[in-house]
T-cell receptor, first 112, second 112 residues
Framework: NAGVTQTPKFQVLKTGQSMTLQCAQD?????MYWYRQDPGMGLRLIYY???????DKGEVPNGYNVSRLNKREFSLRLESAAPSQTSVYFC???????????FGQGTRLTVV | KQEVTQIPAALSVPEGENLVLNCSFT??????LQWFRQDPGKGLTSLLL?????REQTSGRLNASLDKSSGRSTLYIAASQPGDSATYLC???????????FGQGTRLTINP
């Protein structure tokens, strides 16, 4: 019962460094999402992939890129990390817009 | 723009009480509404999904209701236990878009 798996769980970056957050789901879901959670701002959508081969911007895409590698995997890349990207990042997936969304355990990222 | 509000932001009650958490949303054009719980430092766990055509859903001691026309949902927790202590989030899946729009959550504490 893995569900949605995110790696790493914790990361500290220096300003300007790059990194990729990995997400994989084993539920054969079509749609995958990246959210960030910040105190006082709640959860906000960064990017999503409605189906394999497609990606679209969410509310806060600036500074990020994504890749839907295959149906299982959806990665989020920070090309040049900034302190404003310090946050907890969650990956989620769902079979369709009519079904439950399932979330991973999160990646806590600190940019110094 | 869809806005989701959860009131109160925090709630503390003694063990054994029945309680109601509230969620309101500004645009009734939704596919569904989902309730989650989030434990400190953890991911989101799906509790209930209620479709826009449904009035309520039940799972164990939890009952979620939806009044789409008035833009309100409630999560009823019966016979509360200390293990119910967590932050409860509601989210709506808006029509014409893939994303879930989240409320800020209600932090619930059940006192033994």
């Amino acid at each position: 019962n893995a569900g949605v798996t995110q790696t790493p769980k914790f990361q500290v970056l220096k300003t300007g460094q790059s990194m990729t957050l990995q997400c994989a789901q084993d539920m054969n879901h079509n749609s995958m999402y990246w959210y960030r959670q910040d105190p006082g701002m709640g959860l906000r959508l960064i990017y999503y992939s409605a189906s394999e081969g497609t990606t679209d911007k969410g509310e806060v895409p600036n500074g990020y890129n994504v890749s839907r590698l295959n149906k299982r995997e959806f990665s989020l890349r920070l090309e040049s990390a900034a302190p404003s990207q310090t946050s907890v990042y969650f990956c989620a997936s769902s079979a369709s817009i009519y079904t439950e969304a399932f979330f991973g355990q999160g990646t806590r990222l600190t940019v110094v | 723009k869809q806005e989701v509000t959860q009131i109160p932001a925090a709630l503390s009650v003694p063990e054994g009480e029945n309680l109601v958490l509230n969620c309101s949303f500004t645009d009734s054009a939704i596919y569904n509404l989902q309730w989650f719980r989030q434990d400190p430092g953890k991911g989101l766990t799906s509790l209930l999904l209620i479709q826009s055509s449904q009035r309520e859903q039940t799972s164990g001691r939890l009952n979620a209701s939806l009044d789409k026309s008035s833009g309100r949902s409630t999560l009823y927790i019966a016979a509360s236990q200390p293990g119910d202590s967590a932050t409860y989030l509601c989210a709506v899946r808006i029509q014409g878009a893939q994303k879930l729009v989240f409320g800020q959550g209600t932090r619930l504490t059940i006192n033994p």
